[in-house]
């Protein structure tokens, strides 16, 4: 991996101030991103599994009305 100097060069001071190597911090980095993107992804498909089996509201599947109905004023 490259990085820019002068992002290296920061990168290499925030390290040094932290106490930690550029690699285990980028080791974190990664870790932390791949993590929430699982996360992301496990609630999208809680999400998605609520939707399908989403409890009937009495209307049995079947919408009775229509856009122009809902927002009327």
Known sequence: MSLP???LRKF???AA???QSMTALMTDA???LMDQGNEADKAKARFLE???NAPDRGT???V???RDELHER
């Open 5 to 7: 100097e002068p992002l």
């Open 64 to 66: 009775s009305w229509t």
């Open 60 to 62: 049995h599947g079947a």
């Open 50 to 52: 609520r939707i399908r």
């Open 12 to 14: 290499r001071i925030y």
């Open 30 to 32: 990664i870790r932390s």
């Open 17 to 19: 101030s932290r106490n």
